[in-house]
């Protein structure tokens, strides 16, 4: 790895212990304040809309004045979120800051989010990094998410030391989210030695340039991600909120769940290269998802929070192997000059279905039961993971088309992971001739 790409994962792995911190408490805290579930799912809502926005942008703009900008920019924007939250109590306030910072909104267990600036930063590590080493890096970027999100899991307790230190009601959450903000401006002090590039494409002087070359994948990637974005807008933004509703369980208990989910999963994320090596890339993130939506539908049935636990911790398992390997695969499979701009676009459905999500999700909470949603959820990410084996299964990236015709040239049979591949072989080539 280069110094650029060990910064970045220093910065990755301190944005996401700040993402996780918040994951647990804002809820928890909102709903103390008197949140109703539907108004929680509105507030996600608009975070969910500002984040499409956000991402899509850098994406795009990233092309033209480089993608540094973004990786320092947006986590100060966290920042200033999180000093919000911890000072002010207005509604107006929390919402308008909570949309600019991307800031409140998601499960806290490391999932590898990190806000808006992804796009960039994927970009810049598959930039720097050779072909064949890309699916081992994006496991090790997911890697230090997760070393992140076991920290900040472990942070989640500070709003009960407070209270103990004699500090109560809002009062007592305030040192949190005085962390969040000093872990955010630590990122993006950590990204600030990285090297960036301008690009001069044949895109000239436009500020925005849209992927020319990558259409036909961008629309296949297009149609699972909205259905997968319905799923996550239903589960996602909710899970701490529904640990807390269903087992009445508080900020603490959370947060060790999710450091044993962080601790217990690293090994998932260094081992995601090495399982799609003998799977096949395509054919581990479809395993990798269908059983996340398999025990999706079992964990709502789970009596006690640490069954439950339990039960999502095998969950993430799944999740952890797959994650960096679908992020791996989307830019692998673009021309170079587009990869800033398909990282940025590549989720913008997912994102706009997740935005729409928790609003009814919400509604469902109050008003059927706490179950629904989250089974509603299972019921997508199945349909997602056939639409993703469907459309993609055909297509290998870069390193598999060429294992695929070293084997032919020697005259053996493919690998058990690519039979039938070769039934159309303009199947197998990415996007703008396969550049990687």
């Known amino acids: 790895m280069s110094a650029d790409v060990t910064l970045l994962m220093a910065a990755r792995g301190v944005m996401s212990a700040g993402r996780t911190l918040a994951g647990v408490i804002v809820p928890i805290y909102l709903a103390q304040n008197g949140f109703s579930s539907l108004r929680l799912g509105v507030l996600f809502a608009v975070i969910g809309v500002s984040s499409a926005l956000m991402s899509a942008s850098v994406g795009l703009l990233s092309e033209r004045v480089g993608r540094k900008p973004f990786i320092v920019a947006v986590p100060l924007l966290t920042a200033v979120s999180a000093l919000v939250f911890a000072f002010s109590p207005d509604t107006a306030l929390i919402f ?58 472990q942070l989640a307790r500070i709003p009960e030391v407070a209270a103990r230190g004699g500090l109560h009601g809002n009062a007592a959450y305030q040192p949190a989210f005085i962390a969040i903000a000093a872990l955010s401006v630590a990122a993006a002090v950590l990204a600030m030695p990285v090297r960036d590039v301008r690009r001069t494409s044949a895109s000239g002087r436009r500020l925005i340039s849209l992927p020319s070359q990558s259409w036909p994948f961008l629309l296949k990637l297009w149609a699972t991600n909205s259905v997968n974005g319905l799923a996550v807008g239903f589960v996602g933004p909710f899970l701490t909120y529904w640990f807390y509703r269903r087992y009445g369980v508080g900020p603490g208990n959370i947060g060790l769940l999710y450091s044993l989910v962080n601790a217990v999963s690293l090994v998932s994320n260094l081992s995601a290269a090495g399982i799609a090596g003998r799977l096949g890339l395509v054919r581990t993130v479809v395993i990798g998802r269908s059983i996340q939506a398999i025990l999706l539908g079992v964990m709502v049935l789970a009596p006690t929070f640490w069954l439950a636990g339990a039960v999502y911790l095998v969950r993430m398992l799944a999740q952890r192997v797959a994650m960096p390997l679908r992020q791996s695969y989307v830019l692998a499979m673009v021309p170079a000059e587009e990869r800033g701009a398909v990282a940025g676009l590549a989720n913008l459905p997912a994102q706009a279905t997740s935005a729409a999500a928790p609003p009814l999700a919400g509604y469902l909470f109050d008003s059927v039961g706490l179950a629904v949603p989250f089974e509603i959820a299972a019921l997508l990410q199945g349909a997602n993971t056939a639409l993703f084996y469907l459309f993609f299964r055909r297509l290998l990236p870069p390193e598999e088309r060429e294992q695929l015709d070293a084997a032919a040239a020697v005259g053996t049979l493919a690998a058990p992971h690519v039979e039938g591949a070769m039934h159309d072989p303009d199947d197998l080539a990415p996007p703008g001739g396969g550049a990687a």
């Open 96 to 153: 308008v800051f909570a949309a600019l910072g991307t800031f409140g909104r998601g499960a806290g267990a490391g999932g590898g989010t990190v806000g808006p600036y992804q796009p960039a930063e994927q970009t810049l590590v598959t930039e720097a990094t050779p072909a064949e080493h890309r699916n081992s890096v994006f496991g090790r970027l997911a890697f230090f998410s997760a070393l992140g999100a076991l920290m900040g899991g």
